[in-house]
């Protein structure tokens, strides 16, 4: 089992940034690839960026250039530094990771004001 915890959302004006952070603990061992993913209201939960093991990285397209996701193997941490936002970007943030099975955190909520 992976547990994971999500914190660093908020209410932000539009340019603004914020950055998430998810921190995963117990069976972290060979986890293949944490992310985060987005739901907003009305709307289908959806890819923002994933990052594997091995430091690859892919990106909503809606996010390139804005987003970057990095993450703290000594920590156990994967991070979401989310520049320049947009009201669009408005939505619950969810960590997911990777490891035979999908696990969720419980989300963090980012809330973009025009």
């Known amino acids: 089992q992976v547990q994971l915890v999500e914190s660093g959302g908020g209410l932000v004006q539009a340019g603004g940034s914020l950055r998430l952070s998810c921190a995963a603990s117990?069976?972290?061992?060979?986890?293949?690839?944490m992310g985060w993913y987005r739901q907003a209201p009305g709307k289908q939960r959806g890819l923002v960026a994933t990052?594997?093991?091995?430091?690859?990285?892919n990106y909503a397209d809606s996010v390139k250039g804005r987003f970057t996701i990095s993450i703290d193997n000594a920590k156990n941490t994967v991070y979401l530094q989310m520049n320049s936002l947009k009201p669009e970007d408005t939505a619950v943030y969810y960590c997911?990771?990777?490891?035979?099975?999908?696990?969720w955190g419980q989300g963090t909520q980012v809330t973009v004001s025009s």
């Open positions: 997911y990771a990777f490891k035979n099975v999908g696990y």
């Open positions: 990052i594997t093991s091995g430091g690859d990285t």
């Open positions: 117990g069976s972290i061992f060979s986890i293949n690839a």
